[in-house]
């Protein structure tokens, strides 16, 4: 059998499956300068347990086969041995062409590493100028990114600038491209609700409002779940309620919104799919008022007065403070 032909592209085997490409980049460089690495995914973002590397020169890719190759890393002995493919690199003659828009505030940036999050992408391309709005596409069956995103600048000239800069650069191991979009980014869905607008008239209880209710949640959904996901609206905190009795997550969720527009926006979200279920997103209403109740003493009387202002709440009451005791 003939010797395996030396080049600088490296294929290593038996990854851990929790190893990022910055592992990966930072693991090889001990050896020499690194010019890519990659690990190989499925569609839906999980690591093959493959991937590769590329050195600059031939010598630092024939000392990483020799110190590198029945290595122990997190528990799993890696292969490293040359590749005989060229990896998951796209070549230039092959690269995916995609139309770009005319020139805009809004961008379209596409291939995106999954592990990107809303708050990485708005941080990189911050430095360019205001973002108005900043989205990850997920899927909406299980959460994940789609691999695409969308941003809107104040200006003209700062997404401009932004995409000059920033066309081409790898964001967490792999290069995006960025584009102007040819469409203003996806909307919130409508499918279940049409999210009413504020008016003058409005009783007060979601004109300012931050907080929205999140139902219908599955059972091994964690804050992070929720927090990520509705971060494609605007920046926000999420809260899972415990079960004293069973120790689980309640199967509902409250989220804080920085601003009323994010919240808002964030309503569209009633009737999508998230991990398996279909999601009941309302305000969440004020508490009401803890005064006395009309009736004779401070029994019955309060209580009633308490039902009756539960009842005629719209959507779910705000629940007490921890602290608070809820007693009558």
């Known amino acids: 059998m003939e010797p ?67 290595q122990v890393v997190k528990e ?19 690269k995916k062409t995609f139309e770009d828009g005319e020139e805009s505030p809004r961008l379209h940036v596409r291939e995106l590493a999954w592990g990107v999050k809303r708050s990485h992408l708005e941080e990189c391309f911050g430095q360019y100028g205001n973002v108005l709005r900043c989205r990850v596409v997920k899927n909406k069956r299980n959460g994940r990114s789609k691999g695409y995103g969308f941003l809107e600048f104040e200006k003209v000239e700062e997404a401009r600038a932004a995409k000059d800069a920033m066309d081409g650069e790898p964001l967490e191991g792999r290069p995006i491209v960025v584009l102007f979009s040819k469409s203003e980014g996806p909307r919130p869905s409508t ?11 409005d009783d007060g209880q979601t004109r300012g409002n931050r907080r929205v209710f999140v139902g219908n949640l599955s059972e091994n959904v964690e804050t992070e779940n929720v927090k990520e996901y509705f ?86 009451v705000d629940p007490a403070p921890q602290n608070e005791s809820t007693n009558i």
């Open 76 to 94: 799993r002995r890696v292969g490293v041995v040359y590749s005989t493919s060229q990896g998951p690199y796209v070549s230039s003659t092959l």
């Open 4 to 70: 395996p032909q030396k080049t600088t592209r490296i294929h290593v085997t038996n990854l851990p499956f929790a190893f990022t490409n910055e592992e990966l980049t930072e693991l090889f460089s001990t050896v020499g300068t690194v010019a890519k690495a990659s690990i190989v995914t499925k569609p839906n973002g999980d690591s093959k347990g493959f991937g590769f590397v590329e050195y600059e020169t031939l010598e630092a890719s024939a000392k990483c086969v020799e110190e590198l190759n029945n």
């Open 191 to 201: 499918r279940r609700r049409k999210i009413k607008e504020v008016s003058e008239e």
């Open 231 to 316: 971060e494609s609206y605007g920046p926000c905190d999420a809260t899972i309620p415990g079960n004293k009795e069973t120790g689980r997550n309640k199967p509902y969720a409250f989220v804080t919104f920085e601003t009323n527009d994010a919240a808002t926006a964030a309503l569209g979200a009633d009737g999508e799919e998230f991990l398996g279920n279909e999601l009941k997103v309302d305000w969440v209403r004020p508490r009401p008022s803890r005064g006395r109740g009309r009736g004779r003493g401070r029994g019955r009387g309060r209580r009633r007065g308490r039902s009756r202002q539960n009842r005629s709440s719209n959507g779910p």
